[in-house]
């Protein structure tokens, strides 16, 4: 007896668990939770469990949640080729805007280049065809004039209704000049110089005769008409582009509705 009494002592001296400082866990939790009953559960609307299409409707909507951030968080591969176009469009834009203000790199010969752009300008061409019939004395030089006049008209309404749709800002921030303001020229997009441009040394080309140089020389005065624009800061390079589509656009429907000789002495004898 004396002998194992001894063993048992020694068993709880080593015994790690009966130190002083783990004695703690060995005594119960204090305010640990009280057992269940198993009796009879209260009633009333507390004790309720919840409805089982809440629960379901909750689940629906955790597995819904993360397919629709996925959704805002990765566009589609238009809509990034779409942004990637545009942020190129601007860059280049911003690139060749070398004459956009005083500070630009081309600052001296912005006076030159806004020269070559009223070249293109809608109210200089409607005023200067109207000259030229009123001073007309042939049928088909007064037909050709006529038909003109309704070209520039088309561009001008034209030109001013899609920027008035797409309300496009240009690649810096420059005001319209007055004669802008006249043609209602004031957006960015598409550019009305650009269109005019196209649409008139295309009708020049197919109604006048003209020699090679002369022919070289109306398309190059359009791409200068059109460059210009982008120089000064007033389009983006997309924006002439279309412009330069649009302007020949009209061209081709101007000649489905090409008015006839008869058509035009009727309204120049009205007007």
């Known amino acids: 007896m004396p002998a194992s009494q001894s063993r048992a002592r020694a068993r709880d001296r080593n015994n790690v ?28 609307p507390s004790a309720q469990p919840p409805p089982a299409g809440d629960g379901a409707r909750e689940r629906r909507q955790s597995q819904q949640l993360p397919e629709e951030d996925c959704m805002q968080l990765n566009p589609s591969f238009k809509g990034i080729a779409f942004n990637s176009l545009l942020a190129i469009d601007i860059c280049m834009s911003k690139r060749l805007g070398v004459c956009a203000g005083r500070a630009a790199s081309w600052a001296s010969a912005r006076s030159m280049v806004k020269l070559i752009g009223i070249t293109g300008h809608g109210i200089p061409w409607i005023g200067g065809t109207i000259l030229c019939l009123v001073k007309s004395s042939t049928l088909a030089g007064q037909e050709v004039l006529m038909n003109l006049l309704l070209a520039l008209l088309l561009d001008v309404v034209t030109v001013a209704g899609v920027q008035k749709l797409i309300k496009r800002r240009g690649p810096y921030e420059t005001s319209p000049s007055l004669l802008d303001y006249l043609t209602m020229d004031v957006y960015a997009f598409p550019a009305g110089h650009a269109s005019r441009a196209a649409m008139v040394s295309k009708f020049f080309l197919s109604h006048l005769v003209l020699a090679v140089p002369l022919r070289v020389l109306l398309v190059l005065w359009a791409l200068c008409v059109g460059l210009s624009r982008v120089m000064i800061g007033r389009h983006h390079v997309t924006d002439v582009l279309s412009g330069f589509v649009i302007g020949y656009l009209q061209f081709r429907l101007v000649e489905l509705v090409w008015m006839p000789s008869s058509t035009c002495q009727m309204l120049i004898s009205a007007w």
């Open 17 to 44: 668990l009966n130190r002083a400082e783990f004695l703690s866990l060995n005594q119960p939790p204090k305010g640990g939770p009280e057992p269940r009953s198993s009796g009879r559960k209260a009633s009333g």
